[in-house]
């Protein structure tokens, strides 16, 4: 009995430490959960076992069913503070000489260099290394050609809310560029747009469809 009333004390430590550590609700509660869970089937002998991954193959991430978005809240309180830090361009378009929206073109002649850039489910931060390779070759070109703007597009797949995904647009845009700016480039030459889920380049409903729409593209015009 001193045993049982033991693990429950531990296990009820633990779940509350974990939930102040984490601002989403129900990330908390699915967190809770599952630690609750494993500790109720260790009682009845059940065994997790853990080991290192050696590689990607090994590594087992979450399924579609573990798709949980966050609500409109959570994603308008979190900008970074670098993110905030940089300054959008004095002009809007169109105005001082500076170009209008519509002035801005697919670099289809540069298509080498401007290729889209892709994010994960729920997140506005660059991963894969040839995406980072990517804004770099942008920025390099944009150092070279001093006349050069850069508009830069959020795009997000079909689900959650139409809100949800604006807003969450609106941060894989300005998160590259605020790379770019890390990168050398003028931050007047920069301007960003999100269209949320409202762009597809894939109508499917697959995983992979989802992918190929949770993308950054670009767009310039030169001077």
């Known amino acids: 009995m001193k045993k049982l009333v033991t693990l429950f004390c531990i296990l009820t430590f633990f779940i ?5 550590k984490s601002s989403p609700t129900w990330e908390n509660v699915k967190t809770a959960g599952r630690y609750l869970q494993k500790g ?9 076992n ?7 193959d090994d590594f087992i991430g979450p399924d579609n069913s573990d798709f949980i978005p966050l609500n409109e809240q959570d994603l308008k309180s979190g ?23 519509d002035q801005f073109k697919n ?12 994010f994960q489910t729920d997140d506005h931060v660059l991963r894969e290394k040839e995406d980072l390779i990517t804004i770099q070759k942008i920025a390099n070109y944009m150092k070279n050609n001093p006349n050069v703007y850069l508009l830069v597009a959020g795009n997000c797949d ?17 998160h ?44 310039i015009f030169e001077k």
Not at 16 to 20: K, P
Not at 40 to 48: E, N, Q
Not at 108 to 117: D, P, R
């Open 107 to 118: 670099p289809l002649h540069l298509s080498s260099i401007f290729q889209k850039v892709h």
């Open 79 to 101: 900008f970074s503070q670098t993110d905030r830090n940089y300054a959008q361009p004095k002009d809007s378009f169109g105005e001082s000489g500076m170009p209008s929206f």
């Open 176 to 219: 590259l560029r605020v790379l770019f700016i890390k990168h050398g480039i003028d931050f007047n030459r920069i301007y960003t747009v999100s269209y949320g889920r409202e762009k597809p380049i894939a109508l499917g409903h697959t995983l992979q469809d989802w992918k190929l729409n949770r993308r950054g593209e670009f767009k």
């Open 16 to 20: 509350f430490t974990s939930c102040e």
């Open 40 to 48: 109720i089937d260790s009682l009845w002998g059940k065994d997790y």
């Open 50 to 56: 853990s080991y290192w991954v050696q590689n990607e």
């Open 158 to 174: 079909e689900r959650a809310s139409a809100a949800y995904n604006m807003a969450l647009g609106t941060k894989r845009a300005n």
